[in-house]
């Protein structure tokens, strides 16, 4: 099942990511929920998310007007009986009552229902083979899951670039270095850090990139399953994208984490080449569950492609990625 976006829009930032953590740890629930402490940003964003439905503070209302057209639920500082209408002071499990009443039908609910149990999957990017379209790949996977369900996109690369190309005073100024020291070092804080790190391309969510390879190798071996168990909390996501590069530590061990490893490849003959040698490896290593996970993806050649990742899905690329979405053996990328 798809799920649905719902917006959150109040000014009181304690209350609004209280009441945003909670329903993050409830698993299954159909929606995902995003935070909005800014009336004009969350209007704007409204226009490309499409939300189902929004949580509107009174006073936000009062100071700007009703969002034409949007379906919405008014917070109010006093009790009222109507039905658009919640109290601030009461249980989050009535606001959420109050919500999944408004917003969706009964026959939604029971499919959300009967999602329990799953869990969240994680998807590896990697390959021997370099400069081989490894990381547009794994944007354009995950921009289109994301339009399933809700994914994170994690990069692991040395040098990714894009500090260069995402540089936009909207996006966090934290990354995946601040991420890594909170986890080592102050833990209590670690979903507060994420949550302030954390930016969106379309529908997904991703990290950016530490700027230093260095900051990567600070991991001891065994860290890294437990850094990713903390990162799954701060969900719930159905797909967890993991793009690795050869300076990441203990690499095995976190590609054996995966579900699924995609490792894109091209039909040159030092291709073929560098496939047969890693495979080999990996049997000499006892690593033949990562090789029973693996994919391998042999690319076309591509025109130009656009340079920004949020335009990839636009792309040839894009069209490439959708086939394999849809020849993709036992469901693995269906929607939930």
């Given amino acids: 099942m798809r799920k649905k976006r719902i917006a959150l829009c109040d000014a009181n930032e304690k209350f609004i990511f209280l009441l945003e953590e909670y329903f993050r740890g409830i698993e299954y629930l159909p929606f995902v929920a995003d935070v909005y402490t800014d009336y004009g940003r969350y209007l704007s964003c409204d226009e490309k998310y499409h939300y189902e439905g929004a949580l509107i503070a009174e006073e936000l209302l009062e100071e700007r007007g009703s969002p034409a ?61 370099k400069r081989c379209l490894q990381t547009s790949f794994s944007l354009v996977l995950g921009q289109l899951l994301a339009k399933r369900g809700r994914v994170l996109y994690l990069n692991f690369e040395t040098c990714s670039g894009w500090e260069e190309i995402l540089v936009n005073s909207e996006f966090s100024q934290e990354n995946m270095a601040d991420l890594l020291y909170y986890f080592k070092n102050i833990p209590k804080e670690f979903e507060t850090c994420f949550r302030n790190a954390k930016a969106k391309l379309n529908e997904m969510d991703y990290i950016k990139p530490s700027l230093s390879f260095i900051d990567l190798q600070q991991m001891e071996e065994g860290e890294w399953e437990s850094f990713l168990e903390y990162v799954s909390r701060c969900g719930p996501y159905d797909f967890i994208l993991l793009d690795f590069s050869d300076s990441l530590p203990d690499l095995l061990s976190i590609l054996k984490k995966c579900d699924r490893i995609y490792s894109v490849c091209s039909a040159e003959s030092i291709s073929v080449m560098k496939r047969k040698q890693y495979e080999i490896l990996l049997k000499e290593l006892h690593q033949e569950g990562i090789l029973a996970n693996t994919r391998w993806c042999t690319m076309p050649q591509f025109g130009q492609l656009p340079e920004h990742p949020s335009q990839l899905v636009y792309s040839a690329l894009a069209d490439f990625v959708r086939n394999l979405m849809r020849e993709e053996t036992e469901g693995f990328l269906d929607a939930r």
Avoid at 82 to 103: N, P, T
Avoid at 108 to 114: I, V
């Fill in 69 to 129: 057209g949007k379906k919405y639920v008014v917070l109010t500082e006093e009790r009222s009986g109507e039905d658009e209408k919640v109290y601030r002071y009461q249980s989050a499990d009535a606001l959420l009552e109050a919500l999944l009443k408004a917003f969706f039908s009964a026959e939604q609910l029971r499919e959300a229902g009967s999602m329990q149990g799953r869990k969240c999957r994680y998807i590896g990017f990697y390959s021997p083979v």
